[in-house]
């Protein structure tokens, strides 16, 4: 799996893909956006090499 490979983050995985939280208190909403912030770069790199020039 991508995310694994890239070592991402499983709730920043989680965030980006639509996925709420379990329980309101179990994570904050600034703090995943951050968090998915940081990781999509590692994501774009890799979907950059599957489009054709």
């Known amino acids: 799996m991508l995310a694994r490979r890239l070592e991402l983050d499983p709730d920043a995985v989680e965030f980006m893909v ?14 995943r956006l951050d968090l998915a912030i940081k990781e ?3 994501i774009v790199k890799e979907l950059k090499k599957l489009i054709p020039p």
């Open 40 to 42: 999509y770069p590692k």
């Open 18 to 31: 639509g996925h709420a939280p379990a329980t309101v208190a179990s994570k904050h909403y600034l703090d």
